[in-house]
């Protein structure tokens, strides 16, 4: 397998009292090489914690992560992230933003401009290259973060609820467009999201996560053609999965929900 | 009872070109009109302030030897002008806060992101940068003359001093005030320490830096005039003590007035290269 999560426990100390929030509880996930993998779960599941554990922007406090058998200790470009809020460099233009991983790898000018508006093109945003961040909407804005994870070419895209900012409209025809550019970069993904939709309409496999602490609870197998297009919405397969895990999450994550909201009352 | 909607501007009414009420004629106002009346205004504050100040010292209800009248220091002005001694102090005051205030720049901008970046350096440095901050520049000029004699150094220095803090703690606080996501985007894209630096923290940390330069300007300014009153042979400074020796209110007040206007030009001066240098700001405007 190209990544693997192995027993990872990640606990953040608490404020101002004695002892630490179990985040996460000895996770155990391995991904192969060109899958996409949807972390899916209730906010404050730690599945974006988990993320970036992945990513390496922090350490687990117990376990470890393997990408390609060595242990992960810090960000590299082999694993690029995604951010819900696209983190854009506000102060480049789209194009300078896509050529920045590139530029990092010592890529020269004229071969960077010519790679990042491949990929600007891949992800349909020919003509927005000089425009600066605030001058396009969030859907162009993702779509620029997106080329701009995949320019250096890395191993595995982590996205973190990419499209959780984006309206409902923008957010399914991204997920359709992501769907293509994956498929057409061969690209390994992990892609965390709390839309069950979402997730099957993306996942070749979707691991389900419960809160308090962030453990897996399953992992379920997506068995819908590898290309998802908008038509994938209208097949029985799509529609009896998501409703077998509406069905399944529903009852647990209300419950969540309520220990939560307890939980803050009673803190508060 | 008239419903209340009908009190605001209907679409229809502006369709049909009919004259809608009151509130609807300053939005008819082209935006140039606006921002010419604005100047004009401005211009005029100036100008009441200047004939009140004229009138009132004509009917001698002020002393012209202590005040003298607006009139009194165009006539002064004029003179400074025509034998080339304004110019010649203008130039070496301007020189001297150039040059304090370059030092200033380097010295805490590098410092700035240095103890932004790196928090166990800044845990020994900051509290030391925090003593030294409120000591005002002017208390440092006995030492200042004493390690530099009298000539441009102390004037130097003491713009140094002035300007140094102000463009620390902006771009210290900017720094440290970076997104970490932006931090995170770069670290994953394998960013060097060199694109770390020059690619994401000192561009991502000019929208407050800014700000902080200009006032370093500012205050550099205040403390070249402080400086020649002192230790120095030449300058606004020089040429405003060494009117009030001779009792010359109107050299010293022109040489007061020439300081204002030169500051000011130089807030002006760089809040223009502020908005150039910094055009993705204009997304925290309101569109």
């Not at chain 2, 401005?42 to 009132?56: D, H, R």
């Not at chain 2, 304090?100 to 992101?113: I, K, N, Q, R, Y």
């Not at chain 2, 002035?162 to 932006?182: D, L």
Request: hydrophobic letters at 50%.
């Amino acid at each position: 397998m190209q990544l693997k999560v192995d027993r990872v426990s990640k606990d953040f100390p608490l404020r101002g009292r004695a002892g630490v929030l179990n985040v996460l509880h000895e996770i155990d996930l391995d991904i192969e090489q060109g899958e996409l993998v949807v972390l899916l779960g209730p906010s404050g599941c730690g599945k974006s914690t988990l993320l970036n554990i992945i990513a390496g922007f922090m350490p687990p406090s117990a376990g470890r992560i393997l990408h390609d058998g060595i242990p992960v200790s810090k960000p590299d470009r082999r694993r690029t992230v995604v951010f819900q809020d696209y983190a854009l460099f506000p102060w480049m233009t789209v194009q300078r933003n896509v050529e920045f991983g590139l530029k990092a790898r010592g890529v020269e000018a004229a071969e960077r401009a010519r790679l990042a508006l491949d990929f600007l093109a891949l992800v349909k945003l020919t003509g927005f290259e000089d425009r600066y961040p605030y001058e396009i909407s969030g859907g162009m804005k993702q779509r620029a973060a997106i080329a701009r994870a995949l320019a250096p070419d890395p191993d595995i895209l982590l996205m973190d609820e990419p499209f959780g900012a984006l309206d409902a409209q923008t957010r399914v025809l991204l997920q359709e467009e992501l769907a293509r550019v994956v498929a057409a970069a061969k690209r390994t993904v992990l892609f965390v999201t709390h839309s069950i939709e979402e997730a099957v309409f993306l996942a070749d496999r979707i691991v389900v996560m419960s809160s308090h602490p962030g453990r897996v609870r399953g992992i379920y197998g997506v068995r819908l053609p590898r290309l998802r297009t908008a038509e994938t919405r209208s097949l029985p397969d799509f529609v009896a999965l998501t409703q077998q895990l509406w069905d399944s999450l529903k009852p647990q994550w209300r419950a969540e929900e309520e220990t939560a909201a307890a939980r803050v009352t009673h803190m508060s | 009872m008239r419903p209340l909607i009908q009190s605001g501007v209907c679409p229809l009414q502006k369709k049909q070109g009919i004259p809608s009420p009151i509130f609807a004629i300053p939005r008819a106002l082209p935006a140039a009109w606006r921002a010419s009346g604005r100047a004009l205004r401005n211009i005029l504050g100036f100008a009441v302030f200047l004939i009140a100040w004229e009138i009132l010292a004509s009917a001698g209800l002020i002393n012209a030897v202590l005040l003298p009248a607006p009139s009194t220091l165009i006539a002064a002005a004029g003179d400074l002008m025509l034998n080339g001694t304004l110019l010649r102090h203008v130039g070496a005051s301007i020189e001297r806060v150039l040059v304090g205030f370059a030092l200033a720049a380097v010295v805490g901008l590098t410092l700035g992101v240095i103890l932004g970046w790196f928090r166990i350096l800044s845990d020994f440095i900051k509290p030391l940068v925090e003593a030294l901050r409120p000591i005002p520049p002017i208390a440092w000029t006995p030492l200042a003359i004493l390690w530099f004699g009298v000539g441009n150094a102390p004037s130097y220095f003491l713009v140094f001093i002035g300007a140094v803090f102000p463009v620390f703690v902006s771009t210290y606080s900017a720094v440290r005030n970076i997104e970490r996501t932006q931090i995170n985007a770069a670290l994953c894209l394998g960013a060097t320490p060199r694109m770390l630096i020059w690619d994401v923290l000192i561009p991502g940390a000019l929208p407050v830096i800014f700000p902080g330069l200009r006032i370093a300007l500012g205050v550099g300014w205040m403390c070249v005039v402080a400086a020649e009153l002192i230790a120095a042979q030449s300058g606004l400074g020089y040429m405003i003590q060494q009117s009030r020796l001779l009792l010359q209110t109107q050299y010293v007040v022109t040489g007061m007035a020439v300081i204002g206007l030169i500051g000011f030009a130089m807030n002006a001066v760089m809040t223009a290269v502020e908005r150039s240098l910094v055009p993705w700001q204009e997304s925290s405007k309101p569109t």
